[in-house]
């Protein structure tokens, strides 16, 4: 029998979604998908590179299908050779996980042009939301707020113009951008004037394309973000909010929900307009909209990411919703299982990522091999790694090995988890950012739930003990 | 004197920002590196004259490995 849980926990008996999916991803986001896969009853087809023919998200697969040499462009990148694995695995579906070519509209359109459904958004939802100034004017005619600035800049004398026009200080963007690359932060109108050279010249040697545009620059503001989820029909609902206010360079370390910024009121708010924007661009599949919350409670928007979120696992443990689950639905073309009040957020749940770079060395990246692996076990922690014991960390990916996450019925509980948790792990071979979450979760300001966006760089800054 | 600036990382050459026979300063960028899809530049720890390149842009280099000397 091949009966399988509704998200919510309804019983339900329905044809499998899918005969086969290819996941064109590795790490700790590919194992994730195939747990989706098996609790469907879906078989799973892995990618791997060179670099990963002994990694655990390969052997765990149903099948598996070498898609060329190490550096990502020459495979997890590679669209050609990710669509030929698609031909001859016969999978007739693809989960594109996050990163790598999750938000390319071409790569979402080649999928369908050869007959396989891709799990995420329509490619136009995607190329909308992948030009941060299309994304902006979308939402602002949308009636979604955003963050007092501009449309693409013509020239230095226009950034000078809409700069004096929106207020000081400033931010220089690309608009192909994201990542917090290429952003040139301004206080003065002698920096825009510097700054529109370097913030063009980063653009175009990062995208290809040199096009920037600004926003006013929200001091003391935090990344809180919001979770939908839309059917074919044009049904949506948010799943509430998640708070990602802890971020180094621009790559987010800690993460919970729900964000201690957040009441009943904002939480409202936030959710209408997300559910708002969502149904402005014609929406499918999960999504993620990132909103600016000012100490005020003003909130802008930022951007969307139209795409499975690393974060995902805090709001499944405050909803109950299995969110990759419920993706695989929504793209076979099911409807929305669930209607908006009959979602609930329950309980405090901590994202941890653990990154092998090294805390000593101003976080520079630690390749190597993971000579022992302890993870904490319990009801109330879940591990999504990439890596076991004996792992190679190479230098061909991202830094994450695992996010460790917890949950508890309060803020506090959570955090007490997430101590105990962080007590339980021992990583040997690569160094870690262990400490740092260490140091975050025994901070008074962090305890009274009182970040921004610039909490942490200043955190590390501080001298320890 | 001559100084051999090293890898402080196991990754890849990303960028090639000098040329032999160039005068850098110290701090000056000569090396551009990539590792777990990080930029990490590596500076001239001191002035003086760029002697040798040992490396290519898009070459595996191991940690220690020297990619330029300086005299």
Redesign the interface.
């Known amino acids: 029998m091949r009966g399988r849980l509704f998200p919510l926990g309804a019983e339900c008996y329905l044809p499998a979604v899918f005969r086969r999916v290819l996941v064109a991803n590795r790490g700790e986001i590919a194992r994730r998908v195939f747990r989706a896969c098996r609790a469907l009853g879906v078989e799973s087809v892995a990618v791997f590179s060179e670099a990963d023919a002994d990694a655990p998200h390969v052997r765990e697969a149903d099948h598996a299908v070498p898609i060329g040499p190490p550096?990502a462009r020459d495979s997890y990148l590679d669209q050609g050779a990710l669509l030929a694995a698609v031909r001859s695995s016969g999978a007739d579906a693809v989960h594109p996980g996050y990163g790598f070519l999750s938000e390319n509209a071409g790569f979402a359109e080649a999928v369908s042009a050869i007959g396989a459904t891709w799990i995420g958004p329509p490619p136009a939802a995607i190329a909308a939301m992948g030009d941060k100034a299309t994304a902006r004017s979308v939402m602002q005619r949308a009636g979604v707020p955003v963050t007092p600035g501009s449309d693409v800049l013509h020239d230095v004398d226009d950034a000078v113009a809409t700069a004096a026009r929106v207020g000081y200080p400033v931010l220089l963007k690309a608009s192909a951008g994201g990542g917090g690359i290429g952003m040139v932060p301004c206080e003065t109108e002698a920096d825009v004037r510097k700054g529109f050279a370097t913030a063009t010249a980063r653009a175009t040697s990062a995208f290809g394309h040199g096009a920037v545009y600004l926003e006013r620059l929200v001091h003391g503001a935090r990344h809180v973000e919001v979770q939908v989820a839309a059917d074919a029909k044009g049904e949506v609902v948010h799943l509430f909010e998640r708070e990602c206010s802890l971020q180094r360079r621009h790559q987010k370390v800690l993460e919970e929900a729900p964000s201690p910024a957040v009441d009943g009121t904002l939480r409202e708010a936030l959710g209408a307009a997300a559910v708002q924007a969502a149904r402005a661009i014609g929406y499918a599949n999960l999504g993620t909209l990132e909103f600016l919350l000012g100490p005020d409670g003003s909130f802008y928007f930022m951007e969307m990411n139209t795409r499975l979120q690393v974060e995902h696992p805090i709001t499944e443990w405050t909803t109950g919703v299995d969110l990759v689950q419920l993706q695989l639905r929504l793209a076979a073309g099911e409807p929305l299982p669930f209607a908006q009040p009959e979602l609930r957020q329950r309980g405090h749940a901590i994202e941890m990522r653990v990154y092998?770079?090294d805390p000593a060395?101003n976080f520079?990246?630690s390749?190597g091999t993971i000579t022992r692996l302890r993870w904490p076990a319990g009801d109330d922690v879940r591990v999504d790694a990439g890596v076991e014991q004996g792992s190679k960390v190479t230098?061909?990916?991202?830094?994450l090995l695992a996010k460790l996450v917890v949950r508890g019925p309060t803020r506090d509980a959570a955090i007490a988890c997430a101590l105990a948790a962080l007590s339980a792990t021992e990583i040997e071979g690569v160094k870690t950012n262990l400490d740092v979450h260490r140091r975050i979760l025994e901070d008074a300001a962090f305890r009274r739930g009182e970040v921004s966006i610039s909490y942490l760089g200043e955190l590390m800054k501080r001298p320890q003990g | 004197m001559a100084t051999q600036v090293e890898a402080?990382?196991?990754?890849?050459v990303w960028k090639i920002e000098v040329s032999v026979g160039q005068e850098v300063s110290e701090g000056d960028v000569l090396v551009i590196l990539?590792?777990?899809?990080?930029e990490?530049p590596v500076e001239a720890p001191a002035r003086g004259r760029v002697a040798e390149i040992r490396v290519e842009e898009g070459a595996?280099v191991d940690e220690g490995a020297v990619l330029v000397v300086l005299e």
């Open positions: 550096p092998a770079e060395k520079l990246p390749p230098p061909f990916y991202d830094p | 402080q990382i196991t990754g890849s990539e590792s777990m899809k990080m990490i595996s």
